[in-house]
């Protein structure tokens, strides 16, 4: 392994312990469409491909949550808010 792969590796490392991420959790409901759900997730998460919000989307309804992404807790935090506002329910793990 290169000396700058092993450097970046041991910072990631670092930061990693230091703010371990937060999950941010999408929980099924029975009262949004599956449609409005995708179109929140997109608008909510910008980090997040369409196959990927159908796939959370898809998950949440099958089991009754799935993870949507793992990030730094304030950013978790705006997620979860947005998707709220959006009239779906979300929580945080850590």
């Known amino acids: 392994m290169a000396e700058h792969e092993t450097a970046t590796r041991s910072l990631e490392d670092t930061l990693r312990a230091a703010f371990p991420p937060a999950t941010v959790v999408l929980h099924n409901d029975d009262v949004n469409s ?3 759900v995708i179109l929140a997730l997109l608008d909510s998460v910008p980090e997040l491909e369409p ?3 159908v796939e959370v989307m898809l998950t949440a ?3 009754g949550e799935a993870d949507v992404i793992a990030c730094p ?3 978790a935090e705006l997620y979860r808010e947005r998707l709220e506002r959006r ?8």
Do not use: K, V
Request: overall charge positive; charged content about 45%; proline content about 0%.
């Open 34 to 36: 599956m449609d409005h």
């Open 51 to 53: 196959e990927r919000a």
């Open 61 to 63: 309804h099958e089991r």
């Open 73 to 75: 807790l304030e950013r």
């Open 87 to 94: 009239g779906l329910t979300a929580t945080i793990r850590r």
